[in-house]
């Protein structure tokens, strides 16, 4: 694997479009953007280059990274499930898990473990179960009950989070990978916390991303993709150059063709700098 500091794989194609990861990935402490990042999204808005945020965050999670970025464009949420305009502030598609395929897939995993707590993302907004431990969304829940409680009426389910306190999230989502096969995909974002994303098969932010890049005709080998965990795999796979940061997940680093610095050194600007010349 390559090593960037602004170097990687040999260029396959222009940059017509980077695609980046947010927490851990473009985004410092606090969820902020650098100077120099912020100059580098400029720097791509002017050479006619498509930026795409791509992140597992919600769509109320990613108003105050476009504002205080200036990000007009596509943004990719809930690791794929979702696309937005952050212009508009409006979703462009969206596509969730059934319902009863939720409810199987927590039934398998808890037959598997045990002190599992639910959460759900939907259109509709943040629910969970009385015993999630809220550590990002406080105050954001609209409705809190049991799991079939949640799922009725027939919410647009975008991904159902999965928290055990006990353990590791790289032990959670080894029974998922297991148990889920076919029904559902899990992935996980969080380095910190024994939390895994389940959302429904065949939502990644890869598959996405290629509608995306399609609609603008833009093609696979002219895309440049940034990220750094599991839920970021598929994606630097897929991506023309695919960048996992220094000290990212070993997962996604291994899927990545090169690296970049890591988010505390700029490193997604300093690759792009360097791709764009400028």
Same mark, same amino acid.
């Given at each position: 694997?390559?090593?960037?500091?602004?170097?990687?794989?040999?260029?396959?194609?222009?940059?017509?479009?980077?695609?980046?990861?947010?927490?851990?990935?473009?985004?410092?402490?606090?969820?902020?953007?650098?100077?120099?990042?912020?100059?580098?999204?400029?720097?791509?808005?002017?050479?006619?280059?498509?930026?795409?945020?791509?992140t597992g965050r919600p769509v109320v999670w990613l108003d105050p990274v476009a504002e205080q970025t200036g990000h007009t464009g596509t943004a990719i949420c809930a690791n794929g499930a979702l696309v937005y305009d952050?212009?508009?502030?409006?979703?462009?598609?969206?596509?969730? *898990?059934?319902?009863?395929?939720?409810?199987?897939? !927590?039934?398998?995993?808890?037959?598997?473990?045990?002190?599992?707590?639910?959460?759900? #993302?939907?259109?509709?907004?943040?629910?969970?179960?009385?015993?999630?431990?809220?550590?990002?969304?406080?105050? @954001?829940?609209?409705?809190?009950? #049991? *799991?079939?409680?949640?799922?009725?009426?027939?919410? !647009?389910?975008?991904?159902?989070?999965?928290? @055990? #306190?006990?353990?590791?999230?790289?032990?959670?989502?080894? !029974?998922?990978?297991?148990?889920?096969?076919?029904?559902?995909?899990?992935?996980?974002?969080?380095?910190?916390?024994?939390?895994?994303?389940?959302?429904?098969?065949?939502?990644?932010?890869?598959?996405?991303?290629?509608?995306?890049?399609?609609?603008?005709?833009?093609?696979?080998?002219?895309?440049?993709?940034?990220?750094?965990?599991?839920?970021? !795999?598929?994606?630097?796979?897929?991506?023309?150059?695919?960048?996992?940061?220094?000290?990212?997940?070993?997962?996604?680093?291994?899927?990545?063709?090169?690296?970049?610095?890591?988010?505390?050194?700029?490193g997604v600007a300093r690759v792009v700098e360097e791709l764009l010349g400028v």
């Open positions: 694997m390559a090593t960037a500091t602004g170097a990687g794989p040999a260029p396959t194609g222009r940059v017509r479009l980077v695609a980046s990861d947010l927490d851990g990935t473009l985004l410092g402490p606090g969820g902020l953007a650098s100077p120099r990042t912020l100059a580098m999204i400029s720097a791509c808005r002017a050479a006619g280059v498509h930026v795409v945020f791509v952050a212009g508009a502030r409006r979703v462009l598609s969206a596509t969730g *898990l059934a319902p009863a395929d939720a409810l199987e897939a !927590v039934a398998r995993l808890r037959r598997r473990l045990d002190g599992l707590a639910v959460a759900v #993302e939907t259109l509709a907004g943040f629910r969970r179960e009385p015993g999630y431990l809220v550590r990002f969304d406080g105050g @954001r829940e609209v409705e809190v009950g #049991e *799991l079939p409680e949640l799922l009725d009426p027939d919410p !647009v389910v975008l991904k159902v989070l999965v928290r @055990r #306190e006990a353990g590791t999230s790289e032990e959670l989502l080894a !029974v998922a990978r297991e148990e889920l096969g076919g029904l559902a995909h899990p992935t996980h974002s969080s380095p910190d916390s024994p939390l895994i994303e389940v959302s429904a098969v065949g939502v990644s932010k890869a598959v996405a991303l290629a509608a995306h890049a399609a609609s603008l005709g833009v093609a696979r080998e002219d895309v440049v993709a940034f990220g750094d965990m599991p839920n970021d !795999v598929e994606m630097l796979r897929w991506a023309g150059r695919g960048y996992a940061m220094a000290g990212g997940h070993p997962e996604a680093v291994a899927a990545a063709a090169a690296t970049a610095p890591p988010c505390a050194e700029d």
